[in-house]
């Protein structure tokens, strides 16, 4: 209980357990990160229209969609990256507790935020997906021409660039998006899905 404002968690009469049991999965996150124009959010689309086509209850929060909105106040400095991911995090774990399969695609440069995220949600239900890719590949794929902005000075603390990318310790896949395309990709994570016992339709 939060005593200094009087907030009380409520919990619901339907559990978790019980939304699951609709959707015929569990809720789970899963965490596409990597540097700008890797191949995350191509990647994450794919995995989440081969999802909804067998039936799963999908949504992907992408970085840029998100900067619209919820987090349109929002910069990229250090604090505000942190808070960035925050607030990601708090709004996948709810849809994990809709028993929904939400699919973030997030720069996420730190270790520490992503490691927040998965204590939140739990370590059975966040799936962080390493997409590898170096920084020279994703410059000459860039469509906004943001690595070219970031190396003239135009924008600062790019990541990659002028700012720190923490890559994953002990991710639950690795994707090299240099050399195997997004469908290959996509399939490997709906691999380790289906592997990991997320679905649980009769």
């Not at 969609?65 to 708090?90: K, T």
């Not at 739990?122 to 906004?144: M, Q, T, W």
């Not at 970031?150 to 240099?178: C, D, M, R, W």
Request: with cysteine; glycine share 8%; net charge neutral.
């Amino acid at each position: 209980m939060h005593e200094e404002n009087n907030l009380t968690w409520f919990d619901g009469y339907v559990k978790r357990e019980d939304r699951e049991k609709i959707h015929g999965h569990k809720g789970i996150v899963i965490w596409f990160t990597g540097l700008s124009a890797s191949g995350k959010s191509t990647i994450a689309r794919i995995v989440e229209k081969k999802l909804y086509e067998t039936g799963c209850s999908t949504y992907v929060f992408d970085g840029d969609n998100v900067r619209h909105g919820l987090c349109g106040d929002l910069a990229f400095s250090p604090e505000d990256r942190v808070e960035n991911i925050r607030r990601i995090g708090e709004m996948a774990n709810l849809y994990v507790d809709a028993g929904i399969i939400a699919i973030t695609a997030f720069i996420s440069p730190y270790r520490s935020d992503r490691n927040k995220i998965r204590d939140l949600v739990g370590d059975d239900r966040f799936f962080e997906i390493h997409v590898n890719c170096p920084p020279e590949v994703c410059a000459s794929r860039d469509p906004k021409g943001l690595y070219e902005k970031a190396k003239a000075g135009i924008i600062k603390s790019f990541t990659g660039i002028s700012a720190p990318y923490e890559p994953p310790e002990n991710p639950a896949l690795v994707i090299q998006s240099h050399k195997e395309n997004a469908e290959s990709s996509a399939a490997s994570v709906l691999t380790l899905i289906k592997q990991s016992g997320v679905f649980i339709r009769k």
